[in-house]
């Protein structure tokens, strides 16, 4: 499996690359083949972005990250939060991408931000987003407060190999979750219980 991870951290050392290599690591660990991974660090292409912005015209830099992402198996994104959503330079590059070019596209979702108040960002834009691009987000996105650093990580690990395992299941073609008991008509519930 080809895993791509789109991590859009500003600074060096960045809580959303530590977070993109940590769902990454997750996804490697649940997953029953061999998994390659690349990652997209888009601080390094910023300009890059903006450019193809302006003009249409990707660099050779740029080309090779759309690449790496449209050829991926499956996908993990991550982005800081900044004023309460998604950062500019993370939208930036989804919008420079086909809009077909997703399709079907296991993602799992993650974000960083100072506060948990900033955590529904990945359903309130993320989702809807990646919902646009006709990807196939899992059912675990992955919010990481400062807060879950440290003292407060193994609550976060769970959630990160959760999301792993379900980011693995989805590429592979297997169900996420167990499958559900057969259906049981409720007569036969009720006659059960006086048993």
Known sequence: ???????????????????????????????????????????????????????????PELRAAISTVVDADALIVVTPVFTAGYSGLFKSFFD???????VGKPVLLGATGGTERHSLVLDYQLRPLFGYLKADPVATGVYAASSDWGSG???????????????????????????????VPFDQLLAGIGE
């Open 153 to 183: 990580e193994g609550a976060l690990q769970r959630r990160i190999e959760k999301a792993g395992a379900e980011l693995a299941s989805l590429a592979a073609g297997r169900p996420a979750v167990a499958e559900e008991p057969a259906f």
């Open 96 to 102: 420079v991408l086909d809009a077909d070019s997703l």
């Open 1 to 59: 499996m080809k895993l791509a991870v789109v991590t859009a951290g500003l600074s060096v050392p960045s809580s959303t690359r530590l977070l993109a290599d940590r769902l990454a690591a997750a996804t490697v660990a649940a997953s029953t083949s061999p998994v390659s991974v690349s990652v997209v660090e888009l601080r390094d292409i910023a300009v890059d972005v903006t450019k193809n912005m302006l003009t249409g015209f990707p660099s």
